[in-house]
């Protein structure tokens, strides 16, 4: 471990036993260096996302779904994700 990393360590949240443990630390620092969701980001692609026209619905639906679950934004069985689906395919029609 290096001398950056070391400083990272020694300033974690971690009780004793957490930095006596191998597997608790590695995992602290796993969480630490894992990159966060920039959220606002993924909600404007989820709200400007639209289906190829080689994508088939399902895929389309399922690539939502996705999306939704990694913005903090509708669950994937909720009213306002069919809802939001509803809209996309009735701006879609009406462009077409």
Known sequence: MGKDCLEIFLHLELTPDERASVTDSLKALEAYFMPKTIVVYERF????????????????????????????????????????????CERSARET
């Open 45 to 88: 692609l989820f709200n400007s996302a639209t289906q190829s026209s080689e994508e088939r619905i399902d895929e389309f639906v399922n690539r939502l779904k996705k999306m939704a679950s990694s913005t903090g934004g509708p669950s994937s069985n909720s009213e306002e994700l069919f809802f939001f689906i509803r809209c996309l």
